[in-house]
């Protein structure tokens, strides 16, 4: 599902990543530990098509992200922040968004998402804008699971949640993984094991 292959990326004088190569396979569960600097958000944001590698090469579900990285970005949901335009919608009406744009039945409809918000434990009707921290992580674990994504990728899914909440999160990931999505998250270098994980890939930082 996911290959790369000698992959680096400079940033002015400081190297990022140096020659990083590893594959995910569907149903795999990764996580990206390291140390501040090591690179595991820049990651991240190539394999999300967000940013262009220096050299080497990635590829989602068979796709290379250089030459197509369109119909690669297609296949694939990054966890994090909402999107501009969506602080003033309701919890309700971004997760239908959510599922509007990314993941129709084979007749054009959108998935029911009010299961999925009682199962985090947030109100439809309050406004995004509205939401602590903690609220946030888990709307952005439910708009990733509303997007039915072939690859999830997460910047530190579980951090500033409760034991509730990380078992939410857990199970909801653990059925992504069931359903065949690979998974690709970072990880604090000092958090906690997890069982949602199945393996994991340890960046250190390269410097200058």
């Known amino acids: 599902m996911i290959r790369t292959e000698r992959l680096s990326k400079v940033t002015g004088r400081r190297t990022v990543l140096s020659e990083i190569t590893f594959a ?3 149903g795999d569960a990764v996580s990206l530990a390291g140390p501040p600097g090591s690179g595991k958000s820049t990651l ?17 579900a068979g796709i290379d992200v250089t030459t197509r990285p369109f119909d690669a970005r297609k296949k694939v949901f990054l966890s994090g922040g909402v999107g501009l335009g969506c602080h003033d919608m309701k919890v309700l009406e971004y ?3 959510i599922a509007a744009t990314r993941a129709l039945d084979r007749r054009g409809r ?10 985090v434990g947030l109100d439809a009707a309050r406004n995004v804008a509205t939401l602590s921290e903690s609220e946030q ?16 990728l997460f910047n530190e899914p579980f951090a500033g949640l409760d034991m509730p909440a ?6 909801l990931m653990s059925e992504a993984r069931a359903r065949g ?13 997890s069982p949602i ?3 994991q890939i340890h960046l250190e930082t390269v410097g200058a």
């Open 24 to 26: 995910v396979e569907k």
């Open 137 to 152: 992580r888990l709307l952005a674990m439910a708009a990733s699971m509303a997007s039915r994504a072939e690859v999830l």
């Open 95 to 97: 997760l239908r968004l």
């Open 166 to 171: 990380i078992e939410c999160c857990t199970a």
């Open 110 to 119: 959108a998935a029911d998402v009010a299961p999925l918000i009682a199962r």
């Open 181 to 193: 999505a690979a998974i690709v998250a970072s990880v604090d270098v000092d958090a906690p094991p």
């Open 44 to 60: 991240l944001r190539i394999l999300a098509t967000l940013t262009q590698a220096t050299s080497g090469r990635v590829e989602i």
């Open 197 to 199: 994980w199945n393996r």
